[in-house]
């Protein structure tokens, strides 16, 4: 009920590619979609989220893309660089209950 | 943006022993924070919600006696493992949302690498 699953497992680009990561969540209530970025040894920093009446949301070269009916959202990396390269989790909480319930990862990693 | 500090980044210890690591908020209080554990290449998985002034709130599955939370003031928490064994050897994250529970970020601590032996 509460998962979100998310893919692929691993990730490699090329420098300058595409990168997407692409979650789906089961639990209709959720109503806050976070994605965060971790670098190896460090905590994960927030990158960027969603709310489910938006269908899309760009900052800078990272965009999400939701689907509500789908209940599916993605993550686009544009213009991938190898600074880009760690793990990215997809995320679904509760406004107000604050259980983040987090993918299983995606590693990216970005070809100079 | 918000910072959320850890104590300490890394400690290895005896098994048996009991471990405390430290979560603070540095610029604004939380009366809510979470623990998490991650395992090598695995996700995050929440252990256990600490509020200020109560007592923690589990997950399934979670030994309430084995982890011990206490959330001492408006912007430190503990996590106590008690009794160490090789298997609680793991990364161990906190996280807090500023100003409470009516907002939707939180901001993770660094984390904390246990290494029991």
């Known amino acids: 009920q509460q998962q979100v699953k998310q893919s692929p497992q691993s990730l490699i680009v090329q420098k300058g590619g595409i990168s997407i990561i692409n979650c789906a969540y089961e639990n209709t209530a959720f109503d806050y979609f976070p994605w965060y970025q971790q670098f190896p040894g460090k905590g994960p920093a927030l990158l960027i989220a969603?709310?489910?009446?938006?269908s899309e949301k760009k900052e800078g070269r990272f965009t999400i893309s939701f689907n509500k009916s789908a209940k599916q959202f993605s993550l686009h990396i544009m213009d991938s660089q190898p600074g880009d390269s760690a793990t990215y989790f997809c995320a679904g909480s509760i406004r107000g209950g604050f259980k983040t319930i987090f993918g299983a990862g995606t590693r990216l990693f970005v070809k100079a | 943006g918000a910072v959320v500090s850890q104590h300490p980044s890394r400690v290895i210890c005896k098994s048996g022993t009991s471990v405390k690591i430290e979560c603070r908020s540095l610029?604004?209080?939380?009366?809510?924070m979470f623990w998490y554990r991650q395992f090598p290449k695995q996700s995050l998985m929440l252990m256990a919600t600490s509020n200020e002034g109560s007592k923690a709130t589990y997950e399934q599955g979670v030994e309430k006696d084995k982890f011990l939370i206490n959330h001492a003031s408006l912007t430190l928490s503990t996590l106590t493992v008690t009794s160490a064994h090789p298997e609680d050897s793991s990364f161990y994250i906190c996280?807090?949302?500023?100003?409470?529970?009516?907002?939707?970020?939180?901001?993770f601590g660094p984390g904390t690498r246990l290494t029991v032996l």
């Open positions: 610029d604004f209080q939380a009366t809510t």
């Open positions: 996280s807090a949302p500023p100003g409470g529970r009516s907002t939707d970020t939180q901001y």
């Open positions: 969603i709310r489910p009446d938006v």
